[in-house]
T-cell receptor, first 113, second 111 residues
Framework: KAGVTQTPRYLIKTRGQQVTLSCSPI?????VSWYQQTPGQGLQFLFE???????NKGNFPGRFSGRQFSNSRSEMNVSTLELGDSALYLC????????????FGDGTRLSIL | QKEVEQNSGPLSVPEGAIASLNCTYS??????FFWYRQYSGKSPELIMF????GDKEDGRFTAQLNKASQYVSLLIRDSQPSDSATYLC???????????FGTGTSLTVIP
């Protein structure tokens, strides 16, 4: 069974630009969550999508948004990029039933110049 | 107060010893608890999860949960150099799949 696939693996952007990251969950998984990982803050929850609806949202500004498609694939968009947005962005999928384990993709490394 | 707290380490143990990793959480209503391993430059990999008080064993790994003390631990028996990584504790309050992660404990197993 294929794992969680994230594209692209690496991105370099400049301040003020916007970026879209993609995540394909494990087949049959309906929940996709996004996390930001930085050395100083660790893993921080951005949002979760389940059945094309945002089910949970973390404490990030509105510049961070996402969506989920009918095939459970998800995208995350960050607008007006700031230097502090440089991080590893991780996508995790699960069956969607609450309290089930999440499985992570390899992540997208975003660098802002 | 942080949702999930871990001793950042580093924790060093000799090969073959037992490594003990600890985690506390603040929300008494938390429902599920997870341990992930993260090698440098890689993404987190699920090791174990536990829902009920007590111990859960899987091979060399044992997860322990004490809800009254709001405490979760991971024991690694017969530690191997390949176990050297950062171990992340995660907690789910049971509202969807919003996991709260600790900052991780760095473990080094010395050959």
């Amino acid at each position: 069974k294929a794992g969680v696939t994230q594209t692209p693996r690496y991105l370099i952007k400049t301040r003020g630009q916007q970026v879209t990251l993609s995540c394909s969950p494990i087949s049959g998984h309906r929940s996709v969550s996004w996390y930001q990982q930085t050395p100083g803050q660790g893993l921080q929850f951005l949002f979760e999508y389940f059945s094309e609806t945002q089910r949970n949202k973390g404490n990030f500004p509105g510049r961070f948004s996402g969506r989920q498609f009918s095939n459970s694939r998800s995208e995350m968009n960050v607008s007006t990029l700031e230097l502090g947005d440089s991080a590893l962005y991780l996508c995790a999928s699960s069956s969607g039933t609450v309290n089930q384990p999440q499985h992570f993709g390899d992540g997208t490394r975003l660098s802002i110049l | 107060q942080k949702e999930v707290e871990q001793n950042s380490g580093p924790l060093s143990v000799p090969e073959g010893a037992i490594a003990s990793l600890n985690c506390t959480y603040s929300d008494r209503g938390s429902q599920s608890f997870f341990w992930y391993r993260q090698y440098s430059g890689k993404s987190p990999e699920l090791i174990m999860f536990i829902y009920s008080n007590g111990d859960k064993e899987d091979g060399r790994f044992t997860a322990q949960l004490n809800k009254a003390s709001q405490y979760v631990s991971l024991l690694i028996r017969d530690s191997q150099p390949s176990d050297s990584a950062t171990y992340l504790c995660a907690v789910n309050r049971g509202v969807g799949n919003q996991f709260y992660f600790g900052t991780g404990t760095s473990l080094t197993v010395i050959p």
